[in-house]
T-cell receptor, first 116, second 113 residues
């Protein structure tokens, strides 16, 4: 079946512009996660959605970052007034039941964001 | 602070060798630990997940162990092949089952023929 998809695969933008990154999780997965992988660093948790519950935004690095998940499916990560330090690969993952702690996360291929 | 550390950062071995990748974590209140593989330009592929109540998990040539008391996990790869070349990441769930993973920086493995 279809896996997690993300778009665009690559995004180049100018400093100060806003960008939107999209994630389509696996159908039926109730939990969705966003991570960031910066050059030379490990993956960093950003935000977590579980069903209709309020999202866990504890990993967002600043108020320039926001995310929403419409209809419990597609999610959009928005970065406003991008800075060069926002350059990274943004990865999305989904799992069947996030709160069980037993479910594997399936990752998308990521969006590589470059801020000039 | 909850942290995950992986050693070594890079490893190069000849084909056929058995090898061990190490992962350590700072909080013994771990809910589960996962090992992933990342190929260049691609997302992560889950390899093994070990619950805190388990000691090890096996899948094919891969075996992962978990020792909560010492804060360590190892990934054992038997009879390595060139196709095993990738970056291997371990990730710990300290969030009580909400799967908010904290990742190590990874071990970049190269298996040469």
């Amino acid at each position: 079946g279809a896996g997690v998809s993300q778009s665009p695969s690559n995004k180049v933008t100018e400093k100060g512009k806003d960008v939107e990154l999209r994630c389509d999780p696996i159908s039926g997965h109730t939990a969705l996660y966003w991570y960031r992988q910066s050059l030379g660093q490990g993956l960093e948790f950003l935000i977590y959605f579980q069903g209709n519950s309020a999202p866990d935004k504890s990993g967002l690095p600043s108020d320039r970052f926001s995310a929403e998940r419409t209809g419990g499916s597609v999610s959009t990560l928005t970065i406003q007034r991008t800075q060069q330090e926002d350059s990274a690969v943004y990865l999305c993952a989904s799992s069947e039941v996030g709160s069980a702690g037993t479910d594997t996360q399936y990752f998308g291929p990521g969006t590589r964001l470059t801020v000039l | 602070k909850q942290e995950v550390t992986q050693i070594p950062a890079a490893l190069s071995v000849p084909e056929g060798e058995n090898l061990v990748l190490n992962c350590s974590f700072t909080d013994s209140a771990i809910y589960n630990l996962q090992w992933f593989r990342q190929d260049p330009g691609k997302g992560l592929t889950s390899l093994l997940l070990i619950q805190s109540s388990q000691r090890e998990q096996t899948s094919g040539r891969l075996n992962a162990s978990l020792d909560k008391s010492s804060g360590r996990s190892t990934l054992y790869i038997a009879a390595s092949q060139p196709g095993d070349s990738a970056t291997y990441l371990c990730a710990a769930d300290f969030s009580g089952g909400y799967n908010k993973l904290i990742f190590g920086a990874g071990t970049r493995l190269a298996v040469h023929p």
